[in-house]
């Protein structure tokens, strides 16, 4: 997937943009089960702070499971997204 939040994806029945996919409140069910699964924690470090939900790959947009993400802080994220050459989507 492209880094651009403005990128569409076929998610959720209709054509939505990453950034609308994050609103709605399908992805807000997989962000809270990821956060409650890691517990409150980043999955690298533990910190509770700044915490962001990573997609591991986006082939399953719209239809993740707990594999498919992982909770890291924006510290942790930013590092493991530029050591895999990816854009890096915060998505809270």
Known sequence: MSSS?????T????RLSYAEYL???AWQDVRRAALWAAGGRCRTCGST?????????????GE???DDVTV???RC??????ALGQ???DVG
């Not at 939040?5 to 994806?9: I, M």
């Not at 998610?11 to 209709?14: D, R």
């Not at 994220?77 to 530029?82: K, V």
């Open 77 to 82: 994220h930013g590092a493991i997204t530029r």
């Open 5 to 9: 939040s403005d990128a569409r994806l």
């Open 49 to 61: 702070r700044e915490l962001v939900i990573h997609h591991r790959d986006y082939s399953s947009v």
């Open 11 to 14: 998610v959720l029945g209709g």
């Open 72 to 74: 890291l802080c924006a």
């Open 23 to 25: 609103r709605t409140p």
């Open 64 to 66: 993740e499971t707990p």
């Open 87 to 89: 854009g890096g989507h």
